[in-house]
């Protein structure tokens, strides 16, 4: 084969199925506990900044250490589950941002083996386009016309044009 299969790993109907039981489930017990912030709302409470979380851990060690110091205007019981949800949420993002990156990996190597296999069905196209067969014309122009600037005799493989078009 003129081509690497460079993502053999598929998914089989149970493992597909699996893994949509699992997303629902996990987007049941999200859904109440998810926050819908307009753009405005989100520049407006922003993302605290590593500097700023400095300060809240420090307080939270104060509070943890020396409770004493703590202001009595502090809903503290509500200061401690916002930490421990804020910790909580980001462990999970990190985890799901994890799952993310492997998938949209996995992914780049699907597409690019769905490339190679087009262009090498391109290329027969076209190879049997120049043998008169019925049909291939029209596959190769319809094909052909998502190559910028190349030449619709020209190698698919060797070329530096090989980008498609951009959307």
Excluded: C
Excluded at 70 to 99: A, G, K
Excluded at 111 to 119: G, P, T, V
């Amino acid at each position: 084969m003129p081509f690497t299969n460079f993502e053999n790993r598929h998914f089989s109907s149970e493992e597909k199925n699996a893994v949509n039981t699992a997303l629902a489930s996990l987007e049941t017990e999200l859904i109440p506990k998810l926050a819908n912030l307009t753009a405005d709302e989100r520049k407006q409470y922003g993302s605290v900044n590593e500097q700023n979380k400095l300060i809240i851990n420090k307080v939270k060690d104060f509070r943890d250490s020396q409770p004493n110091l703590s202001s009595p205007d502090v809903d503290w019981v509500e200061f401690m589950n916002d930490h421990d949800s804020r910790s909580y949420l980001q462990t999970t993002i990190q985890r799901l941002q994890s799952i993310i990156d492997g998938l949209t990996n996995a992914k780049i190597l699907h597409d690019w083996d769905n490339y190679q296999a087009s262009l090498t069905d391109y290329d027969y196209a076209k190879y049997k386009a120049s043998t008169n067969a019925i049909g291939y014309q029209t596959k190769v122009s319809e094909i052909g016309q998502f190559f910028a600037g190349r030449p619709s005799g020209s190698s698919n493989k060797t070329t530096s044009t090989d980008t498609p078009v951009a959307e």
